[in-house]
């Protein structure tokens, strides 16, 4: 179901500790040669020591039924340990489930929780749920502000599936007032440069 390119995961495991890189990297290459049930042995061990990424790839393999039965109550558990380490592809991947009913009972006042951590991490499909939900009144109150903001922000990533976002915002505009409209793109604007100044900060911290 969410098996998701491995690109931005591989990155990423250049920049964790080499102690636990090994492993990380083994699972990786294995994933990536398709012998899932390597892989999913490597995922397992690191993910037991509490590695947010080797808990999401874990996730991803019971999801998925990749080097072993699905299972999504598991894949709904792993999702959430890596999620509750701030990992925002797992928010987001909790959040979907939750949404569902996936592996969990269905609850989308919680999925749009989780959905608003992913986004304001920086998820481009997080914001693009979270500005639907807030557009729709889906699990919380109708925010047609809130909503403009994240699906501006959404469609104006460079990433894939970006103009189903911008199309969903033109439809919103119809049903808002100008002065809205103004509010909006100042909050998404403000949104942006402090998310844009905090990633530039988290980069000298490295």
Known sequence: MHNYLLLTIICLALLIPSASYANLEDGIDAYNKQDYSTAFNEFH?????????????????FD????TVRDYKQAFYWYKQSAEKSNKRAQFNVAEMLAMGQGTDQNMKQA??????????????AQYKLGLALGHADGTKQNLIEAYKWLDIAGNQDVEGS?????????????MKPGEVIEAEKRTKRWTEQFTEKQYNHMLEI
């Open 163 to 175: 103009e189903i976002a911008l199309k969903a915002l033109d439809e919103l505009k119809i049903h």
């Open 112 to 125: 749009v929780e989780w959905y608003t951590r992913a986004a304001e991490a920086g998820f481009a499909e």
């Open 45 to 61: 061990t690191l993910a037991e020591t509490g590695d947010a990424k080797a808990q999401l790839m874990l996730g991803l393999m």
């Open 64 to 67: 998925n039924a990749l080097g």
